[in-house]
C-alpha cells in the first residue's frame, strides 16, 4: 500500500497560480506509477494527470493539459502539482494516488478559484 498526504491547497482568483504536493509512503511507493485525481462540487472524481515514478512521462487530461504540471521528487517522496491560469472550474478537492488508484483515498486538498 502506498499512504498518500495532500497539502497546499487554498482560494485563489481566476488566472492565478498554485502549487500543491502529495507526500507518499509505504513499502509500495517505490513501484507505482502516480497520479492526480479531483473532485468537483457536485461531480464525480476524475483523473487530472499521472506520471511515471522515474519523472519520466507525464500525461494530462485535457481539461488541464497546457496550464498544469505534474512532477516528482523522489528524493522527499512527494510528487507536485504546479496549477496555471487556474479557473473557477478548477474548484475541487485535489487527490493523490497511485495509478491507477488504490481502493482507498486521502483527505485531499481544497482549491477553490474564485472569478
Known amino acids: 500500500q502506498v499512504h498518500m498526504v495532500e497539502s497546499g491547497g487554498r482560494l485563489v482568483q481566476a488566472g492565478e497560480s498554485l502549487r500543491i504536493s502529495c507526500e507518499f509512503s509505504?513499502?509500495?511507493?517505490?513501484?507505482?506509477?502516480m497520479g492526480w485525481y479531483r473532485r468537483a462540487p457536485g461531480k464525480a472524481r476524475e483523473f487530472i494527470a499521472r506520471?511515471?515514478?522515474?519523472?519520466?512521462?507525464?500525461y494530462y487530461e485535457n481539461s488541464v493539459k497546457g496550464r498544469f504540471t505534474i512532477s516528482i521528487d523522489n528524493a522527499k517522496n512527494t510528487m507536485y502539482l504546479q496549477m496555471g491560469s487556474l479557473k473557477p472550474d478548477d474548484t475541487a478537492v485535489y487527490y493523490c494516488n497511485t495509478d491507477p488508484p488504490q481502493n482507498f483515498w486521502g483527505q485531499g486538498t481544497q482549491v477553490t478559484v474564485s472569478s
Open positions: 509505504g513499502r509500495a511507493a517505490g513501484r507505482h506509477n
Open positions: 506520471i511515471h515514478r522515474s519523472g519520466q512521462n507525464p
